[in-house]
Nanobody, 129 residues
Framework: QVRLVESGGGLVQAGGSLRLSCTTS????????VGWFRQTPGKETEREIV??????????EYADSVKGRFTISRDNAKNTVYLQMNNLKPEDTALYYC????????????????????WGQGTQVTVSS
């Protein structure tokens, strides 16, 4: 199992920006699709998709709630996937997790959390109004 580490969370005012990073020492990360998910207070049993990216980096998809504000990208040479979050809103407040799934298909990714085997511990993002 691959251990993922998220960083970059924090407290920001509405309209501000943060960049989250997801990294690992695992060798297969560069051949893994990665998804960012978030879990909001009071909904501990739900982790909703934010964005996902294929291991080639050529394909990605976003939740409707973040389209136009968030950008997912990756640097396979650094074993890191990023989530750039702009124009943050109070409703973006959540614990953000990255998840990875090794795959042989360079264009594959999933929006379903059940399709990801490896998870990080999460990084907290709090947006004040």
């Amino acid at each position: 199992q691959v251990r993922l580490v998220e960083s970059g969370g924090g407290l920001v005012q509405a309209g501000g920006s943060l960049r989250l990073s997801c990294t690992t020492s695992g060798r297969r990360f560069s051949q893994s699709a990665v998804g960012w998910f978030r879990q909001t207070p009071g909904k501990e049993t739900e982790r909703e998709i934010v964005a996902a990216i294929s291991f080639s980096g050529d394909r990605s998809e976003y939740a409707d709630s973040v389209k136009g504000r968030f950008t997912i990208s990756r640097d396979n040479a650094k074993n890191t996937v990023y989530l750039q979050m702009n124009n943050l809103k109070p409703e973006d407040t959540a614990l953000y997790y990255c998840a990875a799934q090794y795959t042989l298909m360079e264009t594959w990714y999933s929006l379903d959390r059940n399709h990801y085997a490896d998870w990080g511990q999460g990084t907290q993002v709090t947006v004040s109004s």
